[in-house]
């Protein structure tokens, strides 16, 4: 082939790697390519094009001096027989599609850019020129069969490539097999067996997910895709072991390739997100899902915090085990908002240790890892068992300061108090009791704990009056005397005071 046959090329890019990238991608002589000259930015383009005139141009989108938006509508209009292909990164579709208004031939995912795509769109955009060798039709329909599927996956809606490729797809509806599994073309080969097993009349392509997951785009009639939903399920169950190591996903179905974005995005990744909680299940099909686990209240951080302050640790991490259990069986909840709970509580724990004074210095010095374990975990039990061991470290610390005789006899001056509190407790019977002085007694106390005894003893009761008026069972004028206070109305006074209701107020605010 003579230099005059070469499809000329010009690469513009400002970073030097992804321009040496594209140069030695491949022997692109022998491909029918010659790649022409480099620049930076489209300034120093411009001067190149008018002294190489090259047939297209590669041109990033977002560059310094001169972006590749105002290179490509200059180019079309000095240069309208030179074809724009442009380079573009996650999140820049809009400004892409800015360009296509100036007529860019084609664009290409950074991200996903590999030597059979980039190949793809230069033969696609060298076929409008005259003169350039021979179409080479049936390869580079194929090829620009993929590059459609990753401009839909991309969530760009290309109407002219749709109907050019519309006879690969002959059949009415579309459905999507998914799996995270690492060992993509195995499950891609076993998935078109069991799937050529069930409905023989199909097309199948593997779409260009990238590292993500692997997905097989499925192609059939109204009775390929009624006997694929029926006995999918059952087929890839027994097939389960060999075909993923992770949980094989069957979207909802349908009846629009534009639709493809929507469906993946939307469907397809949110079933996958169930195999997080629920590891053990092989196959998750859009309409056949487990039940769910009826509702759970928010967790509810300031009683969890109140447990802690009040050094009733057990409560606590019995009232967080319980919650975050409980919340793991919801299978539809967003995987990084699970995590992220599992984290701020492991921060919070270190912060609120700190603040008692307790020495916390491992536990600060370790949270890193333990976010890391939760942010790697794959499944809600791994993230769980993470949470877990942080606990266990948690009360290793608390033990440590328990240990010490002060708070020992703090513990049980405490332990008093939450037993005897509906009885008429005042500090001359405690200190009876306990064989102290009164006014020792009431000295120690005010040293060893953050509250006083009268102010500990009234936040005791109005944390149990306040558990009393949420479930609403009890009337109010019984609450109060059911906590320990013999007059309703001083009952009122110090719930208020505390928590900043009235008994009434904060009953209604909480129904509601």
């Known amino acids: 082939m003579t230099a005059f046959n070469y499809c000329k090329v010009l690469i513009v890019d400002d970073e030097q790697l992804i321009r040496q990238g594209i140069k030695h991608f491949m022997n692109w002589e022998q491909e029918g390519f010659l790649i022409v000259g480099e620049a930076s930015n489209g300034s120093e383009a411009l001067v190149l094009i008018e002294e190489l005139r090259p047939h297209i141009v590669i041109t990033d989108i977002v560059m310094p001096v001169m972006d590749g938006e105002e290179l490509t509508r200059i180019i079309k209009q000095r240069y309208p027989a030179i074809e724009v292909i442009i380079l573009s990164s996650f999140g820049e579709f809009n400004y892409v599609r800015s360009t296509f208004q100036s007529g860019v031939a084609d664009y290409i995912l950074k991200p996903k850019l590999e ?30 069969v993929d590059s459609l599927l990753e401009k839909l996956l991309s969530g760009y809606n290309d109407e002219d490539s749709l109907s050019s490729v519309g006879h690969y797809f002959p059949h009415r509806y579309y459905a999507l097999i998914g799996t995270k599994s690492v060992e993509g073309a195995g499950f891609v080969q076993a998935a078109q067996k069991i799937v050529a097993e069930l409905i023989p009349d199909y097309v199948a392509y593997e779409l260009p997910t990238g590292s993500e997951c692997t997905t097989l785009l499925i192609n059939t009639d109204e009775s390929g895709l009624d006997k694929l939903l029926r006995q999918a399920k059952q087929s890839f ?26 469906r993946y995005e939307g469907n397809l990744l949110k079933l996958m997100a169930y195999g997080f909680f629920l590891p053990e299940v092989p196959v998750f099909i859009y309409n056949d899902l487990p039940k769910l686990q ?31 259990h409980a919340l793991s069986a919801n299978y539809r909840m967003n995987v990084f908002e699970f995590k992220s709970f599992l984290g701020n509580l492991i921060f919070n724990m270190t912060v609120l240790l700190g603040n008692m004074k307790y020495d916390n210095k ?54 008093y108090i939450d037993e005897h509190y509906a009885e008429p407790l005042n500090l001359t019977e405690m200190a009876k009791h306990f064989h102290f002085n009164p006014s020792y007694l009431s000295n120690y106390f ?21 558990s009393l008026l949420r479930k609403g069972e009890a009337m109010i004028s019984e609450i109060s005397g059911m906590v320990g206070y013999s007059d309703h109305s001083y009952f009122c006074k110090v719930f208020k005071r505390h928590t900043g209701h009235s008994p009434s107020s904060y009953r209604r605010q909480y129904m509601k």
């Open 294 to 324: 009826a509702s759970i209240e928010p967790f509810n951080l300031n009683r969890f915090t109140d447990e802690f302050k009040r050094e009733r640790f057990d409560d606590a991490f019995d009232y967080l085990s319980g919650h975050v």
């Open 446 to 466: 005010s040293t060893h704990n953050e509250e006083g005894f009268i102010d500990y003893l009234h936040k005791v009761r109005t944390d149990k009056a306040a």
């Open 237 to 262: 169950q027994q097939a389960a072991d060999s075909v993923a190591d992770k949980a094989i996903v069957i979207g909802e179905p349908f009846d629009k390739l534009a639709m493809l974005h929507e």
């Open 362 to 415: 491992e536990l600060d010095n370790s949270k890193f890892t333990y976010f890391r374990a939760i942010e790697d975990a794959v499944t809600a039990k791994e993230a769980i068992a993470a949470l877990d061991r942080f606990i266990v470290l948690a009360k290793a610390c608390i033990a440590d300061k328990a240990e010490q005789p002060g708070n020992v006899n703090m513990k049980r001056l405490l332990d």
């Open 115 to 144: 030597m059979r795509h980039l190949l793809s769109v230069l033969k696609l955009a060298a076929s409008k020129i005259p003169g350039l060798g021979e179409q080479q039709s049936e390869a580079d329909g194929k090829l620009s």
